[in-house]
């Protein structure tokens, strides 16, 4: 989750949102380069003594300024084009999950093996326990084994919703009538949080998304329970 | 009574057609140029007192008395003859103002920032207003025990070990690095 006053992005989760952060930091070098450059001939031309100011033509610096940004592009597409296509090999995933997004509360299947499934609804401000993050915590949980690879499922039962998890660096809308496919792997272990991320109405800021990676015998533990309430 | 209210709206709308004008012109002046303008013909060469077009479409005197025509027919001559005080006439014949008087600051940047101080302090004024009479309390999760547990919470659960929250506690330690 984010902690108070944070300006940058969560710490990665998963190695596709690390790429994402070195990405960034990458891009964001270059507007930083080209900002300042504008600023410092922004200054200088309010700040001249000279009158002549209007030279009409000078073939250099045109092939500079024409050549140069498209130099610039390819170096900012490349790395971008990368991480794309690496965000869609082929991963051979461990365990399928599908996410259904409701009105106004996500749902999780994991039916590979069983039939278990499960509602994931936002605790109520005035239920919280001390300590506990308002609007971020939810009753379930999606639990999924640490350092596997996972493949979601994305749908909706009404209306436009998207499953965002800033810390693993995955948005993916969930369109009724439609199945989105994302995957991610998890590097470490712990709890990571997201909002529900296309509007859908009153609720829309009170349905978080939950996602607790855990070591795989944890995760063994937690499905047999979870398979025992439901079948109370 | 009719007639006087008649005369009266009469006397508003008989303005002058430059009124539209007006306004650039009472900046100018409020800000220390004061020379009284008049609306602009486009459609004719212009006059200008600009640093970066030194050399404008038309003298600044373009009808002569003739005093100036005498001296405009001197100037056609030896330019040794002409006295300090002609060449610096046949100049003001040409240009209205040197460049030390172009390059003069108006002060106009006072009135800008003190303007714009004035509205960030009624700005200022609001929203204290509004945050007194308007925001509803709090949610009890801002309380100071409540963000203590928070904090001590988060740094259990390791939030953003690597290069954010918890990677700046000291564990060992128990205190922030």
Redesign the interface.
Known sequence: ?A?PS?L?F???ASPVMEELLHFHDHALMIVFLISTLVLYIIVAMVSTKL????ILDSQEIEIIWTVLPAVILILIALPSLRILYLMDEINDPHLTIKAMGHQWYWSYEYTDYEDLGFDSYMIP??D?A?????LLEADHRMVVPVESPIRILISAEDVLHSWAVPALGIKMDAVPGRLNQTAFITS?P??FYGQCSEICGANHSFMPIVVEAVPLEHFESWSSLMLEDASL | MLRLIAARGGRLLARPPGAALTPVCSRAASHGEGEASTAVDMSRPLYWNR????LPDRPFKDVLNEEDTALKQKEKGPWGQLTKEEKIAIYRLAFQRTYPEMKQSTGEWKTVVGGIFIFMGLTGLVVIWQSYYVYPPQ???FAE??QA??L???LD?????????S?KWDYEKGQWK
């Not at chain 1, 009158?51 to 209007?54: A, D, F, M």
């Not at chain 1, 001390?130 to 308002?134: I, K, L, N, S, Y």
């Not at chain 2, 640093?51 to 030194?54: N, S, V």
């Not at chain 2, 659960?157 to 929250?165: A, K, L, T």
């Open positions: 989750m902690h944070q940058g969560q710490d990665a009158t002549n100011k209007y401000t005035q919280l001390p300590g506990q993050f308002r470490r712990g709890v | 640093l970066d077009t030194p949610p009890r999760t025990d409540w547990r928070q001590q919470r988060m659960m390791r939030v953003n070990p690597i290069e954010g929250f990677a």
